[in-house]
T-cell receptor
Framework: SQTIHQWPATLVQPVGSPLSLECTVE??????LYWYRQAAGRGLQLLFY??????ISSEVPQNLSASRPQDRQFILSSKKLLLSDSGFYLC???????????FGPGTRLLVL | QKEVEQDPGPLSVPEGAIVSLNCTYS??????FMWYRQYSRKGPELLMY????GNKEDGRFTAQVDKSSKYISLFIRDSQPSDSATYLC???????????FGQGTRLTINP
């Protein structure tokens, strides 16, 4: 069966510091991968998605970037964090032509 | 106007009650409809998935889609305290990559 992992689970970072969040999927090949952000009391905002290695589509212009160095690995990065980057970051995947997406456990980021 | 509207609640009901959660949407091109359950500080978990109009039942959960009214519902029968969570509706156009989510309804089932 398929499993999706995210780390770290929790992160506290100072403003202006860099960021790297990692997501990996097991048990499938060539998945579509997604990064979402969920701010407190708000819905999920799609940040990036990828349909293959090196292919990244950005939904929202911001100081974040994403990369997909391997088939089942998706990384969310920032060179300099802002206070507004605080939130719950979720990675998701789907595949096989299915429309449903399956989410990982999330990373809670607090920027101080 | 948001593409998907969902009452954020909170909604509080006694154990054993029937719960009705709803979303309305504006884009008639949506074809796939999903309900996710999200416990506090966890990732969303897919509960129900329906295509086009109609009903789908899975245990105590029933998902209903009325495309003519652009309205979807999730019913929970015999609600349990373990059903206490935030419920998110989501929908997508076939072939698109972007799931569009409602804001989520926070539900509490009181023992």
């Amino acid at each position: 069966s398929q499993t999706i992992h995210q780390w770290p689970a929790t992160l506290v970072q100072p403003v202006g510091s860099p960021l790297s969040l990692e997501c990996t999927v097991e048990g499938t090949s060539n998945p579509n991968l997604y990064w979402y952000r969920q701010a407190a009391g708000r819905g999920l905002q799609l940040l990036f998605y990828s349909v293959g290695i090196g292919q990244i589509s950005s939904e929202v212009p911001q100081n974040l970037s994403a990369s997909r160095p391997q088939d089942r690995q998706f990384i969310l990065s920032s060179k300099k964090l802002l206070l507004s980057d605080s939130g719950f970051y979720l990675c998701a995947w789907n595949g096989g032509g299915a429309e449903t997406q399956y989410f990982g456990p999330g990373t809670r980021l607090l920027v101080l | 106007q948001k593409e998907v509207e969902q009452d954020p609640g909170p909604l509080s009901v006694p154990e054993g009650a029937i719960v009705s959660l709803n979303c309305t949407y504006s884009n008639s091109a949506f074809q796939y409809f999903m309900w996710y359950r999200q416990y506090s500080r966890k990732g969303p978990e897919l509960l129900m998935y329906t295509y086009s109009s109609g009903n789908k039942e899975d245990g105590r959960f029933t998902a209903q889609v009325d495309k003519s009214s652009k309205y979807i519902s999730l019913f929970i029968r015999d609600s349990q305290p373990s059903d206490s969570a935030t419920y998110l509706c989501a929908m997508i156009i076939q072939g698109a990559q972007k799931l569009v989510f409602g804001q989520g309804t926070r539900l509490t089932i009181n023992p």
